[in-house]
């Protein structure tokens, strides 16, 4: 079974559940993986940095939850935040009002 099924089959609430550990326990559950090489990743922070900067963009981008969508003109302008998941009419009903602008 491939790491992304193991984590949507296991997914909590945004309480911790993805912690290195649970990461750990669900890619032990891949045949064949090298579980000490797979460890390295959050044990050694390697990429934590690249995280970290994500995060923070995301936070000041207005990004509350998963998914949040940005919808905006072409031009990049008059950007609309849309936070959860929402129907194609919600969607449309949004790009629609900016085609009109």
Not at 31 to 55: M, R
């Amino acid at each position: 079974m491939e790491f992304y099924n193991i984590l949507y089959k296991n997914q909590g609430e945004n309480s911790g559940w993805a912690n290195a550990d649970n990461l750990k326990k669900f890619a032990s559950q891949i045949l064949g993986l090298n579980i000490q090489e797979f460890s390295f990743c959050p044990d050694s922070a390697k990429y934590k940095s690249y995280v970290d900067k994500d995060n923070a963009f995301a936070i000041t981008s207005g990004f509350q939850r998963t998914p949040t969508f940005i919808i905006e003109k072409s031009d990049g302008s008059k950007p609309e935040t849309l936070l959860g998941a929402h129907p194609f009419p919600s969607f449309q009903a949004i790009i629609d009002k900016k085609l009109s602008e």
